[in-house]
């Protein structure tokens, strides 16, 4: 488990402000992050046509993603293996070199996401209609709103031993605690993407997959009166 420690912002009011802003008063912040492994994989699988004939596309989409759907509905299970269907387009193909409309072409996805990872993965060796286009793992609300709980009260501690400590330098005794902000982020962190393009013939093969870590980061932000008595609230 990694944890990081934002550096605070420190700022005096300047004497310009003084009748606006007292100059007792000081600005902070304070961060406490973890790291959490990611608990949702996503993959999306989809196929494409094109030919000559408008309803020969669109009918051979259809039957590629009802066998795919009718596949993934038998393992479905809300929040484990959730199954929907995604973007499914029919467009005009047009000749590059003389720009005339010589055909159709189309495409049709279908998206798996949950918890249950290797049912998942076993899922998609199963759909032979379909190919894997990205995958990728997330975190759950769930888990994100744990990691958050876990950190909060550490970025608080953080903050005001901060404020303590700031007071303390300044010549003043203590501090009540102003105006404040808590928020809550989770890093864009390099997360293992598994892709496999085409199933070179064997139908048997699960996809590979690894979940990788997510920093979950809450930050603290506000300002606190420094008082001449020992005062920390």
Do not use: C
């Amino acid at each position: 488990m990694h944890r990081l420690l934002a550096l605070p912002v420190l700022t005096l009011a300047a004497a310009a402000y003084a009748a606006e802003v007292p100059h007792e008063r000081i600005s902070l912040s304070a961060s406490a992050s973890v790291e959490v492994t990611r608990d949702v994989l996503g993959v999306s699988l989809a196929t494409s046509r094109e030919g000559t004939d408008a309803g020969a596309v669109q009918a051979g989409l259809k039957q590629a993603l009802e066998a795919a759907l009718a596949e993934a509905r038998k393992v479905a299970r809300p929040g484990q293996v959730d199954v929907q269907t995604g973007s499914f387009s029919l467009n005009p193909r047009y000749d590059p070199k003389t720009g005339r409309m010589n055909g159709w072409q189309g495409s049709a996805e279908l998206q798996l996401e949950g918890r249950d990872a290797a049912t998942i993965a076993q899922l998609t060796a199963r759909i032979t209609t379909l190919t894997i286009a990205r995958t990728g793992y997330s975190l759950s609300r769930e888990a994100r709103e744990k990691a958050e709980g876990e950190v909060t009260a550490q970025a608080i501690a953080r903050y005001r031993a901060k404020a303590a400590d700031y007071a303390k330098q300044f010549g003043y005794g203590g501090y009540v605690v102003g105006e404040v902000s808590i928020s809550g982020d989770e890093a864009v962190a390099a997360a293992p993407m598994l892709m496999k393009a085409a199933r070179m013939g064997v139908a048997e093969e699960a996809l590979p997959t690894a979940a990788g870590r997510a920093t979950v980061t809450v930050t603290v932000n506000g300002s606190v009166q420094l008082t001449r008595d020992a005062v920390g609230r």
